[in-house]
């Protein structure tokens, strides 16, 4: 069975740091583009940065880029999601999704979730 | 950037057909197939329904359709059951190789 597990959430100051991680199990972690996604209190869902497969292909949201650093580890089947210069509208629950074809790249879209970590980022 | 447009919420009765659409621009629905729809129960993860404009995930109901016409992709839900009522989101790939989503959708099933 795929599964996605997300960790490392918490509260974190505003100007702080965090870093989020996925294990994923079930699949050829390699061979898939990866997602993060997250979803403010009481918002829709906003797309936040994917990977490619390899991790030699990065792409980022603007309201994240130059902050937030995605990157993946193959030997522990981990996606990562390195956060500095939280500010409070970062907090939101984190989703990290597979994309759904092997091989292919973050614009297929995402076929299956994580349940999600909550970053709250409060002074 | 700003995110696709959709109804705030739509809704019907059981039995009935409801659509979801959901509006962009020609440098992301209108220039690419890949357009997907999620279904998201709060407190739930959200769960892709279909991909690719019109493909239907695995073991997504037949009651659920996509499609594209221009800048506007549609999400067709027929036969409303109550266990359809869940906020539906559109996701499309864009010319910068980004994700955008759309605001998302309040389904009621009266």
């Known amino acids: 069975e795929v599964q996605l597990l997300e960790s490392g959430g918490g509260l974190v100051q505003p100007g702080g740091s965090l870093r989020l991680a996925c294990a994923a199990s079930g699949f050829t972690f390699s061979n898939y583009a990866m997602n993060w996604v997250r979803q403010a209190p009481g918002k829709g869902l906003e797309w936040v940065s994917g990977?490619?497969?390899?991790?030699?292909?990065?792409y980022y949201a603007d309201s994240v880029k130059g902050r937030f650093t995605i990157s993946r580890d193959k030997t522990k089947n981990t996606l990562y999601l390195q956060m500095n210069s939280l500010r409070a509208d970062d907090s939101a629950v984190y989703y990290c999704?597979?994309?759904?074809?092997?091989?292919?790249?973050?614009?297929?879209?995402?076929?299956?979730w994580g349940q999600g970590t909550t970053v709250i980022v409060s002074s | 950037q700003s995110a696709l447009t959709q109804p705030a919420s739509v809704s019907g009765s059981p039995g009935q057909s409801i659509t979801i659409s959901c509006t962009g621009t020609?440098?992301?629905?209108?220039?690419?197939?890949?357009v997907s729809w999620y279904q998201h129960h709060p407190g739930k993860a959200p769960k892709l329904m279909i991909y690719?404009?019109?493909s239907r995930s695995s073991g997504v109901s037949t009651r659920f359709s996509g499609s594209k016409s221009g800048n506007t992709a549609s999400l067709i839900i027929s036969g409303l059951q109550a266990g359809d009522e869940a906020d539906y989101y559109c996701?499309?790939?864009?010319?910068?190789?980004?994700?955008?989503f759309g605001g998302g959708t309040k389904l009621t099933v009266l």
């Open positions: 020609s440098s992301d629905i209108g220039a690419y197939k890949y």
């Open positions: 990977i490619s497969g390899s991790g030699g292909t990065t």
């Open positions: 690719e404009v019109s």
């Open positions: 999704a597979k994309s759904p074809h092997e091989y292919g790249s973050v614009r297929y879209g995402m076929d299956v």
């Open positions: 996701c499309s790939f864009t010319s910068t190789n980004t994700l955008l």
